[in-house]
């Protein structure tokens, strides 16, 4: 059984800049639809169903606010615009693997709050599909 890896080193990085001082990274979140093809004559008593289209779904962030880093500014930038944008999820070196996606940042929020740290959200809504690579060389 292989062994669990901790996601410390994780990085979520926009065209060619990592978006820093982030504490959480959402996973794809992608699903599938189904077209029900039951007839009138299906036998057997159970619904046929279809493959319909998929969906990438969403990946949502958070982190500490930081409005000096390129990371953070280029998703910003990406919101305001609502232009698409390239993305990848780069797990652990020791794992080889990262997602590689297209998005739209489609939220952007910060939060300040007594005794706590400024920090902000956003939330990618993939477009089109999702690219898991498993082979990743450093």
């Not at 990592?18 to 504490?23: D, F, H």
């Not at 319909?52 to 990406?78: M, R």
Request: hydrophobic residues 45%; charged residues 15%; without cysteine.
């Amino acid at each position: 059984m292989a062994e669990a890896t901790r996601a410390l080193g994780t990085q979520l990085m926009i065209g060619i800049n990592a978006v820093g001082n982030l504490s959480s990274i959402g996973g794809i979140d992608a699903s599938a639809e189904t077209i029900d093809v039951t007839a009138l004559d299906s036998t057997g008593g159970y619904r046929r169903k279809l493959a319909g289209f998929k969906d990438g779904g969403e990946v949502s962030i958070s982190g500490f606010f930081a409005p000096g880093d390129v990371g953070q500014a280029a998703i910003y930038t990406a919101f305001e615009s609502g232009a698409s944008s390239e993305f990848k999820i780069v797990f652990p070196a020791s794992l080889n693997a990262q997602w590689e996606f297209t998005g739209v940042v489609t939220g952007f929020t910060t939060s300040a709050e007594l005794e706590d740290a400024l920090t902000f959200e956003a939330t990618i809504t993939v477009s089109g599909e999702p690219i898991l690579n498993l082979a990743v060389t450093p």
